[in-house]
């Protein structure tokens, strides 16, 4: 098998997507709110948040944000993707928008009603990496990334690298989300075909890897030693780890795509301030941290107040795809994954 070399993928990843190298990770400070802020914040004493991310995360996350302001009281409206943008587009026509924060794991559905945001910045907002800036009213509360993870009970010498998960002595032992699964699957077999080589699919299905639907059903498979390796968010194998699964994980040196959140505050949002104060403790180093070390993501800050167990910022760079291509690539690409890797919806 030939594999391009590292000059090639260095050059082909920066012409179409960004690499970024962590800054080697600060201790976080711990957030201190404008005390203007605390008193407009306390006397709003509640907030209503909508989420496209999981219930249980978020629930974590609001009460890591209460243990430090529990005069805030955060209710909270989850609902799937495309659901959760039905719902707001259904009560602005309305004029019952009742957010004062808006949180969604795909950028391009943000940007789509990118007018309902406030003009808002966080007080560390240029810390954050400017190429995962979709639009100044918009910031990546959290930042997912890819890893590899093994069953470490039952496979001895684990694939650690991308290129490695084409190797046919692999066949038949990996695992494989389905493309269209969502926005952070296109993020990853964006990279794979940009900064890897544009016939990494044709190789990489070479394996015959298993299909799964999401990242859950996957990290399960791998737990239960039903696949033996596959690429996963590290969100989702993380609890698995955390909770003493046999599993070891893996951030390859060629590059680590993240998948960064698009989060803002509506211009209707009846608690400004307590949505401020919300968001700013969340894309502060303190949340950050504790959304690192607690919930297993990355970040999009430059300088990472943490980072999790065998990502070493000298080897292991992350990736962020260009936004206009991550939006018109889409449908083509993912119809020629499909058909590379067999799959039919």
Known sequence: ???????????????????????TPVRAQAFNAPGALLDAAKKEGKM??????????EQEVIAAFNKRFPFVRVDMVRASGGQLITRIKTELAAGKLVADVIDHSDRGLMKEIEPIFADYAPPNGADYIADVLISPKLWPRITPGWSIACNSELM?????????LCKPEYAGKLGQVIGPSGGTTWTRIMFERQALAEDYWQKQSATKPALYPSGAPLSDAVVRGEVLAAPLIYNAIFPKKKDGAPVEIF???????????????????PNPNAAKLF?????SAEGQAFTIKEQGNLTSLKVPPFLPEGFDPKTAKVWVPKFDQ????RDKWL?????VYGYRQ
Do not use: Q
């Not at 001895?156 to 490695?164: F, G, L, R």
């Not at 951030?251 to 949002?269: L, M, N, S, W």
């Open 326 to 329: 991550f939006v018109s690539l």
């Open 251 to 269: 951030f390859p040196p060629e590059g680590v795509p993240i998948v960064p959140y698009g989060t803002g505050i509506a211009k209707t949002a």
């Open 1 to 23: 098998m030939t594999v391009p070399s590292l000059s090639r993928r260095t050059l082909l990843g920066a012409a179409l997507g960004t690499t970024v190298a962590y800054a």
């Open 279 to 283: 968001l700013d403790w969340c894309l």
């Open 48 to 57: 209503t948040y909508y989420t496209a991310s999981f219930t249980e995360v």
């Open 156 to 164: 001895k010498n684990p694939p650690k690298t991308w290129w490695d």
């Open 335 to 339: 119809e020629e994954w499909n058909t």
